[in-house]
């Protein structure tokens, strides 16, 4: 087995995030809202260029002009639709029938977890796992709880979990009052050690009054548990009633299959084809946790690819295998990325296949957590919205049917399926600043971000390095040029002031891959030095060449 990387400390991490900029918590100065989080300066130009790169190799180049398993170049569209739609939007999609999960409230502490769901019950579960972080189970199953619990893999992926095991009580572990065993709970985004008492569902639902809480172990501080749906809500207009409720959109893919039609009709487009559509979705999270990870206003980047039923398998395989390989190709490549396929008993009825990229984030691991999800999602969302809606969305196909006498086809109509690449945009940028972010006590800076140079916020910055002897003009000469060049792509960073190795260690804190240092012998020979973030490493380079060098790099 190949060994698990030193955790990075999490705490570390946001202190950095907040010192130069790249995260802060929303409302800050008011005291934070919980699950809310704005970027900084540097976040916002790194999730844009997050942003611009999943464009370019999705939208204008799908797939890096790779062939499809059709063996034609991949075409894909973009669409900007609105967070808020029509309300029947939701209801064909399944979100306000199905996007509900029964809450229960802890009077007292007042927590809030699900009832059927041991997640609820992993307060304190995202600590370091060498903490041996515990909580205790109140809701698990009825009859022989601990081991159904253990045994039954059903059960266990109905609760989300991995998988459970009965784990040693150390020594020195005092077991609380009512403990039956402990188990160890793999939930895939955190494995904990976690005292179970087995109290049977039903019986939670029949009297909340006994169950004790998992949060204080005292009995009657529960409520029933309550449906609980994860759509913010709003009215539209000057009446607030049920007629003008409408949602916030909780996915940017419905503003896809919705446009189905109008796409088709309104450009050149063939099947097979994807459209794709990025924006901010609200979800209501009961527990929002992990810095970013699972907030409750976040970014998606979605592609809805649209194929004949036929070719939707192979489709599928290639859009998983190009979605592993473009998150490696900007930095997160490594044992800390994996991709997950989905077991056949946790697929929906009508999907072929879905599969997660998935993160070691420094609170998983050792598990890891979803990036994007690549979803078969079938002819479902169309056929949903063609019943809900009464409008054809079926696709008639020149290129299929029985070949007639003038050598062309029949045509054949059908309802594309449907590959789904759901990428969280949030999380894509957390990943970036956790794997890029690196101690080395022996730098100047002794934590900087190795992030990769299409990522970074900062390009490149240019120095003089002292404020003096013509050297300040210079500089801002080469930071001009490069500004011209490398502008739209993210900061070209100048400072004069401080010695040269603090200007460096800022550099390297804030993730910048270049700094130019303009010194005596350029005004002698017209040489800068240039100096790697990532291993400290300086070589001279003509001051002509330096555009050119930056723009290889950049463009990698
Ligand atoms: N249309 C399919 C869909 O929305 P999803 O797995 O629910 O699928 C896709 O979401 C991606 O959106 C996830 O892989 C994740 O990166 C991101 N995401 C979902 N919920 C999130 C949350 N509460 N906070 C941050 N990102 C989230």
Same mark, same amino acid.
């Given at each position: 087995? &190949? =060994?698990?990387?030193?955790?990075?400390?999490?705490?570390?991490?946001?202190?950095?995030?907040?010192?130069?900029?790249?995260?802060?918590?929303?409302?800050?100065?008011?005291?934070?809202?919980?699950?809310?989080?704005?970027? %900084?300066?540097?976040?916002?130009?790194?999730?844009?260029?997050?942003?611009?790169?999943?464009? /370019?190799?999705?939208?204008?180049?799908?797939?890096?002009?790779?062939?499809?398993?059709? !063996?034609?170049?991949?075409?894909?569209?973009?669409? =900007?639709?609105?967070?808020?739609?029509?309300?029947?939007?939701?209801?064909?999609? !399944?979100?306000? %029938? @199905?996007?509900?999960?029964?809450?229960? *409230?802890?009077?007292?502490?007042? /927590?809030?977890?699900?009832?059927?769901?041991?997640?609820?019950?992993?307060?304190?579960?995202?600590?370091?796992?060498?903490?041996?972080?515990?909580?205790?189970?109140?809701?698990?199953?009825?009859?022989?709880?601990?081991?159904?619990?253990? =045994?039954?893999?059903?059960?266990?992926? /109905?609760?989300?979990?991995?998988?459970?095991?009965?784990?040693?009580?150390?020594?020195?572990?005092?077991?609380?009052?009512?403990?039956?065993?402990?188990?160890?709970?793999?939930?895939?985004?955190?494995?904990?050690?976690?005292?179970?008492?087995?109290?049977?569902?039903?019986?939670?639902?029949?009297?909340?009054?006994?169950?004790?809480?998992?949060?204080?172990?005292?009995?009657?501080?529960?409520?029933?548990?309550?449906?609980?749906?994860?759509?913010?809500?709003?009215?539209?207009?000057?009446?607030?009633?049920?007629?003008?409720?409408?949602?916030?959109?909780?996915?940017?893919?419905?503003?896809?299959?919705?446009?189905?039609?109008?796409?088709?009709?309104?450009?050149?487009?063939?099947?097979?084809?994807?459209?794709?559509?990025?924006?901010? &979705?609200?979800?209501?999270?009961?527990?929002?946790?992990?810095?970013?990870?699972?907030?409750? #206003?976040?970014?998606?980047?979605?592609?809805?690819?649209?194929?004949?039923?036929? #070719?939707?398998?192979?489709?599928?395989?290639?859009?998983?295998?190009?979605?592993?390989?473009?998150?490696?190709?900007?930095?997160?490549?490594?044992?800390?990325?994996?991709?997950?396929?989905?077991?056949?008993?946790?697929?929906?009825?009508?999907?072929? !296949?879905?599969?997660?990229?998935?993160?070691?984030?420094?609170?998983?691991?050792?598990?890891?957590?979803?990036?994007?999800?690549?979803?078969?999602?079938?002819?479902?969302?169309?056929?949903?919205?063609?019943?809900?809606?009464?409008?054809?969305?079926?696709?008639?196909?020149?290129?299929?049917?029985?070949?007639?006498?003038?050598? @062309?086809?029949? @045509?054949?109509?059908?309802?594309?399926?449907?590959?789904?690449?759901?990428?969280?945009?949030?999380?894509?940028?957390?990943?970036?600043?956790?794997?890029?972010?690196?101690?080395?006590?022996?730098?100047?800076?002794?934590?900087?971000?190795?992030?990769?140079?299409?990522?970074?916020?900062?390009?490149?910055?240019?120095?003089?390095?002292?404020?003096?002897?013509?050297?300040?003009?210079?500089?801002?000469?080469?930071? *001009?040029?490069?500004?011209?060049?490398?502008?739209?792509? @993210?900061?070209?960073?100048?400072?004069?002031?401080?010695?040269?190795?603090?200007?460096?260690?800022?550099?390297? #804190?804030? !993730?910048?891959?270049?700094?130019?240092?303009?010194?005596?012998?350029?005004?002698?020979?017209?040489?800068?030095?240039?100096?790697?973030?990532?291993?400290?490493?300086?070589?001279?380079?003509?001051?002509?060449?330096?555009?050119?060098?930056?723009?290889?790099?950049?463009?990698?």
């Amino acid at each position: 087995m &190949s =060994e698990v990387p030193a955790v990075k400390s999490m705490d570390a991490i946001m202190a950095l995030c907040k010192r130069r900029g790249f995260v802060y918590q929303a409302s800050d100065i008011y005291g934070g809202i919980n699950g809310f989080w704005d970027y %900084g300066p540097l976040g916002a130009q790194l999730k844009k260029n997050l942003r611009d790169a999943w464009w /370019q190799d999705m939208i204008l180049n799908p797939a890096w002009g790779r062939t499809g398993p059709n !063996g034609e170049r991949v075409r894909c569209v973009p669409l =900007e639709t609105c967070i808020i739609q029509h309300p029947k939007v939701w209801e064909a999609s !399944g979100h306000v %029938g @199905g996007f509900n999960d029964p809450m229960v *409230d802890d009077k007292e502490t007042k /927590q809030r977890f699900r009832a059927d769901h041991l997640q609820g019950a992993f307060p304190r579960a995202d600590a370091a796992f060498a903490d041996i972080p515990l909580c205790t189970v109140v809701a698990s199953t009825s009859g022989e709880a601990v081991t159904q619990l253990l =045994e039954d893999r059903r059960l266990q992926k /109905q609760l989300g979990l991995r998988g459970v095991e009965r784990a040693e009580v150390p020594a020195d572990l005092p077991s609380p009052p009512g403990a039956d065993a402990l188990l160890m709970v793999d939930a895939g985004r955190a494995r904990a050690l976690c005292w179970v008492r087995a109290v049977p569902m039903p019986a939670l639902r029949a009297d909340p009054a006994k169950i004790p809480s998992p949060f204080t172990g005292k009995a009657g501080s529960l409520t029933e548990p309550r449906q609980f749906n994860l759509m913010f809500f709003t009215y539209t207009g000057a009446v607030f009633n049920e007629d003008s409720k409408v949602y916030l959109r909780p996915e940017t893919a419905q503003g896809v299959f919705i446009h189905f039609k109008n796409v088709v009709d309104s450009s050149r487009v063939k099947i097979p084809f994807g459209i794709g559509n990025t924006g901010r &979705s609200f979800r209501n999270e009961v527990t929002p946790r992990n810095f970013t990870f699972r907030s409750r #206003e976040f970014e998606q980047a979605e592609l809805e690819f649209f194929c004949h039923p036929d #070719e939707s398998r192979d489709w599928y395989i290639f859009w998983r295998d190009f979605r592993m390989a473009w998150w490696k190709a900007i930095g997160l490549a490594g044992e800390n990325l994996i991709l997950r396929e989905h077991e056949q008993d946790e697929l929906s009825h009508y999907s072929q !296949g879905t599969s997660d990229v998935e993160y070691r984030f420094p609170f998983t691991a050792p598990g890891f957590g979803e990036l994007e999800g690549i979803a078969h999602r079938g002819c479902y969302d169309l056929t949903q919205h063609q019943t809900h809606s009464k409008v054809k969305l079926d696709y008639f196909d020149t290129t299929r049917g029985e070949v007639l006498p003038n050598g @062309g086809r029949k @045509g054949e109509r059908y309802i594309p399926h449907c590959i789904e690449p759901a990428a969280g945009l949030d999380r894509g940028a957390l990943a970036l600043i956790c794997e890029g972010y690196t101690v080395d006590p022996a730098r100047p800076s002794p934590e900087f971000l190795r992030l990769h140079p299409r990522i970074a916020p900062i390009k490149a910055a240019v120095f003089p390095l002292v404020d003096k002897d013509g050297m300040p003009e210079v500089a801002e000469k080469l930071a *001009d040029t490069l500004f011209r060049r490398f502008g739209h792509t @993210g900061f070209i960073e100048t400072d004069a002031k401080q010695s040269i190795g603090k200007r460096y260690a800022r550099m390297d #804190e804030a !993730g910048c891959p270049y700094c130019f240092t303009v010194d005596g012998d350029t005004l002698k020979d017209q040489t800068v030095t240039v100096r790697e973030r990532d291993t400290g490493q300086q070589q001279r380079l003509g001051l002509d060449a330096v555009p050119g060098w930056l723009g290889e790099r950049l463009s990698r």
